[in-house]
């Protein structure tokens, strides 16, 4: 599924994603440019998720909820730890944590080594850009998981209306340029924190081919 970067700003054309070093163009929203930076790790990670879990039966949906509980709870430590309170998106997983609860699935271990380096100018705005945006795409897996459960499954987690609102809120902040070493240090965080998510998405990808 291809979701966003639309348009000529999108970047990673010739394969290779943009980096932390490229100050994106003159005016550009800092939330365009990090999603034309991410936007090849986006895609990585949806396909590495479908492959993973998906969300086709009742027990791929368990496997999606524990693989997202096992990525975030290390986020989500992380910034309670270190971002400013307004950068700190409402954590989601006692959400998930309802929901395997009502899928009689037990917690999964927090997944180990978030490396996010040294923190500077950015690191919680890029880090929080990727845990609230994804709220977007929650939106539209919720409506593909009504479809297929039927109504019946639990989606505390992908109809959080908290993450939504703090979504709204961070908005004001990245739809304007932003000095180029935020957006630098934004840029890392996001890649960051895609990586954190992929080697999950990986690690159980590959669990779920041994275990077939
Ligand atoms: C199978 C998994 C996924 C699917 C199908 C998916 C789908 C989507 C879709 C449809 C959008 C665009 C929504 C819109 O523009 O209205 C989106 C945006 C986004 N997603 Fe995902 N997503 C997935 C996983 C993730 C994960 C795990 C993360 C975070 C680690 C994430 C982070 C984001 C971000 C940051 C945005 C863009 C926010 C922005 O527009 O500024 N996605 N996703």
Request: proline letters at 11%.
């Given at each position: 599924m291809r979701h966003f970067g639309h348009g000529a700003d999108s970047g990673g054309k010739d394969g290779?994603?943009?980096?932390?070093?490229?100050?994106?163009?003159p005016g550009e929203s800092l939330r365009t440019h990090l999603?034309?930076?991410?936007?090849?790790?986006?895609?990585l990670l949806d396909h590495a998720m479908q492959a993973a879990s998906g969300w086709q039966t009742r027990a791929d949906y368990a496997r999606f909820l524990s693989l997202q509980h096992a990525a975030r709870a290390p986020l989500e430590a992380w910034l309670a730890a270190h971002a400013p309170a307004?950068?700190?998106?409402?954590?989601?997983?006692?959400?998930?944590?309802?929901?395997?609860?009502?899928?009689?699935?037990?917690?999964?271990?927090p997944a180990p080594l978030f490396t996010i380096g040294r923190a500077g100018p950015g690191t919680a705005l890029g880090a929080a850009w990727v845990l609230a945006?994804?709220?977007?795409?929650?939106?539209?897996?919720?409506?593909?998981v009504a479809r297929i459960g039927g109504g019946t499954w639990p989606t505390a987690f992908l109809g959080?209306?908290?993450?939504?609102?703090?979504w709204q809120s961070l908005r004001a902040r990245?739809?304007?340029?932003a000095a180029v070493f935020e957006a630098d240090g934004a840029t890392r965080a996001a890649e960051a924190v895609f990586a954190h998510f992929l080697a999950v998405a990986e690690g159980a990808a590959e669990a779920e081919s041994v275990s077939a």
């Open positions: 290779h994603m943009a980096s932390a070093s490229d100050t994106g163009r999603r034309a930076a991410t936007m090849a790790a986006h895609d307004d950068l700190a998106p409402p954590p989601q997983t006692p959400l998930i944590a309802l929901d395997l609860a009502r899928l009689g699935t037990p917690l999964p271990a945006g994804s709220a977007l795409g929650n939106k539209a897996i919720a409506k593909q959080d209306d908290a993450t939504l609102a703090f990245i739809e304007r340029p």
